[in-house]
């Protein structure tokens, strides 16, 4: 179905942005000027304190105006990758991006010359330059590693020629990979593309998730050079700009920028290899129970429940988010509401709109949920993850200003899963319907494991081709792939013959913030699990210890927002605690069924 033809009532609105992009020409035309007027101080960001006031203030007006010309061109590209509009207009902007980032990568450079008490000095001169102090301690922070002005303006003009690699690798993706048509169950045939895939892939008909499986197989394969190609440019510019920046490498570099301590990451490495046995038993609950002679990989994404094809339209989402949800209340459900009602999610997909979901958000305007629901349970689950990130940006926004509206991708995921994790359980227990209890716990564990093994497993071939690219070591499609494969053994074992050594090639998470993204999800999988286990079993302030956390944004390091919580990411009996609930729902899941 083409965009067109979807219903409108479905349809975000985004014109609380731009009416259209007529409105849109008359902000662009004004941002050269704006950029240009910020030239008169460099030089002279430090003369005195109103002089670095003036220039945060007229910075931050000019970022408003990007940030919102940026959002409105990337969010209409992603639900029509054919118009040609959307495509000159995203270029348009990032152009005009790249030439502001060049225009101001001298600021860093000039605060860094000085020492930080002249900073405190003109805080205590004026007031209103307080609210910069958090951000004036990481650009402090990060000292040793920040180069000249002349060198810095270069990094940047190659970050922006590095965005080519995203988007080549998404078109390619989204709009090039030729996946043919699947026959269905009923005899017809429908052309599978990036937006249905996955609704085919977990088909009840396993012919039609093998199809699915080796139709998107082999598209991968026609298409692996170039993709291979895009994300080995694109991992060697970030080993590159470590080199120069003295960090030992980009993984260095990547969590020193997120102040996150290396222990962190090697402890859930530690917590990831050991538990090899528990996806193991996730194999075998899938073996289990659908009883096939000769178990297949395909035969990992199929419905655990048989029969149980039971429908939610959007209006039944909408109720049972909207219930489910109210135990944290009003100020949540009144998000959530505004959510609905103010046409903030793009429901359903069609062939011009880029596969998977999200929610994005921008300091100066409500987010949007970016959606391709087809009316199952498990469409159900992941509208709530989305929607726990939709409340968290919102409430981010409104108490925090500008510079600390970005959360760390680090606690991003925990709201999501936590709010998918809630679900699961609330909902399950108001249930009388065996089979959809069945349904929400399948949806659990399958959540939990792909969130916890499966992000881990694309962690670590993360880690290993990036060492590659930082060594020098030759890199291909290849290499790449035996990467993947020996990855795919150490975190899951070797129980399941026949991975795609391509599949890597398929996660688009790799190039999101610059790649080292997809750890992120395991250990927010772990955070989530711990929060929502308090929350279930009503840990004394834990609700409004939630709505802080919800309310942080990037205003404290991430290690100290879940600390909020009570959440140490350092300790494997955090891990342990999440693991149990993975262990339990599986022993739950087998207790129904028998």
């Not at 670095?52 to 639900?79: H, M």
């Not at 990411?569 to 069924?593: G, N, R």
Request: with cysteine; net charge negative; glycine share 4%.
């Amino acid at each position: 179905m083409k965009r067109k033809d979807t219903d409108k009532k479905y349809q975000w609105d985004l014109s609380y942005l731009y009416p259209s992009y007529k409105e849109w020409l008359k902000d662009e035309k004004r941002i050269p000027k704006m950029i240009s007027d910020l030239e008169k101080y460099r030089g002279h960001l430090l003369d005195d304190a109103k002089t670095l006031l003036a220039f945060y203030k007229d910075s931050e007006s000019l970022e408003e105006i990007l940030e919102r010309l940026n959002f409105y061109a990337f969010l209409n590209i992603d639900v029509d990758l054919n118009n040609s509009d959307n495509k000159k207009y995203d270029d348009l902007i990032n152009g005009i991006i790249a030439d502001y980032n060049v225009k101001t990568s001298y600021v860093i450079p000039e605060l860094l010359k000085s020492d930080f008490k002249t900073l405190e000095k003109y805080m205590e001169e004026e007031p209103k330059l307080k609210v910069y102090e958090k951000m004036f301690k990481d650009i402090f922070r990060l000292k040793e590693h920040m180069l000249s002005s002349d060198e810095e303006a270069m990094l940047s003009d190659f970050q922006a020629i590095c965005q080519n690699y995203s988007k080549s690798s998404q078109y390619i993706r989204n709009k090039e990979l030729d996946f043919g048509k699947i026959k269905l169950s009923d005899g017809s045939k429908v052309k599978l593309n990036a937006s249905n895939l996955s609704k085919y892939a977990r088909d009840e008909d396993r012919n039609v998730r093998k199809q699915a499986y080796e139709l998107s197989k082999r598209a991968y394969e026609h298409n692996i050079d170039s993709l291979a190609c895009n994300y080995i440019g694109f991992i060697k510019n970030y080993e590159v700009e470590s080199k120069y920046r003295h960090y030992d490498s980009f993984l260095h570099q990547k969590l020193f920028n997120l102040d996150i301590d290396m222990s962190v990451y090697e402890t859930l490495k530690e917590v990831l290899f050991k538990s090899r046995d528990r996806y193991k038993r996730f194999i075998k609950l899938y073996r289990d129970v659908l009883k096939y002679d000769d178990f297949k990989v395909y035969d990992m994404n199929a419905p655990l429940v048989k029969g149980a094809n039971k429908e939610y339209s959007i209006e039944d989402a909408k109720k049972i988010i909207l219930d489910t949800y109210s135990i944290y209340g009003d100020y949540y459900t009144d998000v959530l509401k505004l959510a609905f009602d103010k046409k903030c999610i793009d429901f359903l997909p069609s062939e011009d709109k880029i596969t998977g979901w999200y929610s994005a958000y921008i300091p100066y305007a409500h987010p949007v949920v970016f959606a391709n629901y087809n009316g199952k349970i498990l469409d159900v689950s992941s509208l709530c993850h989305e929607l726990g990130h939709f409340v968290n940006q919102y409430m981010i926004i409104n108490h925090q200003p500008p510079m600390y509206v970005y959360q760390s991708s680090f606690c991003a995921e925990v709201a999501s899963l936590n709010n998918e994790f809630v679900f699961s359980h609330l909902y399950r227990e108001k249930e009388t319907d065996k089979d959809v209890k069945l349904e929400l716990l399948a949806n659990f564990i399958k959540v939990f494991a792909g969130n916890f093994f499966g992000a881990g497993r694309q962690a670590v071939f993360e880690e290993r081709a990036h060492t590659y690219a930082k060594n020098n070591e030759p890199l291909s499609s290849e290499v790449l792939a035996s990467i993947w494969l020996d990855v795919t053994k150490e975190v899951y074992g070797d129980d399941l013959k026949g991975y795609d050594p391509n599949g890597w090639a398929s996660i688009p998470h790799y190039f999101m913030g610059g790649g080292y993204y997809t750890f992120n999800y395991a250990t927010a999988n772990i955070a989530a699990a711990n929060l929502a286990y308090k929350i279930l079993h009503n840990e004394d302030g834990i609700k409004d210890k939630y709505q802080a956390f919800l309310k942080v944004g990037s205003s404290m390091s991430p290690i100290d927002s879940l600390k909020i919580l009570g959440i140490d990411m350092t300790s494997v009996e955090t891990y342990e605690v999440a693991l149990k609930m993975f262990d339990e729902a599986i022993d739950e899941f087998y207790k129904l069924i028998d």
